[in-house]
């Protein structure tokens, strides 16, 4: 597709459950993004790659968080043990290159924890 | 570290008057501006952006908005608004030399009433 896709867009997920979610960049992008939205805020850094390098993962709430795109393209978050505070929209991003001022972004996985 | 504040999380106006949203950064080091908004069940879509040169950018749909570096402040602003900008707006900040990762506000809900 044109644009930054990601799946599932909705995740319902028991406390304690492992949840991954994935996302498309538009293709040729070389830099990912990942963002954590809660309700009522905006966007907040997680995680940065560059090609298939994670450069900055300064955001990461807790190591129960884990990001990885081993083949520069597609990307994974992954959450472990999830708790209720990971209730939240992820959105991926990704930009043409390092640097680059426009970030695409996709339409986010809304994870529900239950 | 670049703070951004939107100071009204929520602005309703009339279909046809004027609106500005605020927005108003905090850096240590130069940064690039930004105006994202997101349509109901819509992923972010940028709206226009401040890199240099002139300090006022546009849209393509009518939207405009000011850096002003001595009030740190870009302020998004249309002269007369439709049904169809009902969306939430964001406004971030990206340092100039980085990988472009954003600092997003909280957010202004604008609601257009006939």
């Known amino acids: 597709g044109a644009g930054v896709s990601q799946s599932p867009r909705y995740k319902v997920a028991k406390r304690g459950q492992d949840v991954a979610l994935r996302c498309d960049p538009i293709?040729?992008?070389?830099?990912l993004f990942w963002y954590q939205q809660a309700l009522g805020q905006g966007p907040e850094f997680l995680t940065y790659?560059?090609?298939?390098?994670?450069?900055?993962k300064s955001g990461l709430p807790s190591d129960r968080f884990f990001a990885e795109r081993p083949e520069g393209s597609v990307s994974t978050l992954k959450i472990q043990r999830t708790q209720q505070e990971d209730s939240a929209v992820y959105l991926c991003?990704?930009?043409?290159?390092?640097?680059?001022?426009?970030?695409?972004f996709g339409q986010g996985t809304r994870l529900t924890v239950v | 570290a670049q703070s951004v504040t939107q100071l009204d999380s929520q602005v309703p106006v009339f279909e046809e008057a004027p609106v500005e949203l605020r927005c108003n950064y905090s850096?240590?080091?130069?940064?690039?501006l930004f105006w994202y908004v997101q349509y109901p069940n819509q992923g972010l879509q940028l709206l226009l952006k401040?890199?240099?040169?002139?300090?006022l950018v546009e849209s393509i749909n009518g939207f405009e908005a000011e850096f002003n570096k001595s009030q740190t402040s870009f302020h998004l602003r249309k002269p007369s608004v439709h049904i169809s900008d009902t969306a939430e707006y964001f406004c971030?900040?990206?340092?100039?030399?980085?990988?472009?990762?954003?600092?997003f506000g909280q957010g202004t809900r604008l609601t257009i009433n006939p």
């Open positions: 991003a990704s930009s043409l290159a390092q640097g680059n001022t426009e970030a695409f």
């Open positions: 293709s040729g992008h070389v830099s």
């Open positions: 790659f560059q090609n298939e390098a994670q450069l900055d």
């Open positions: 850096s240590s080091v130069s940064v690039y």
């Open positions: 401040y890199l240099s040169g002139s300090t």
């Open positions: 971030a900040v990206g340092k100039v030399r980085g990988a472009q990762k954003l600092v």
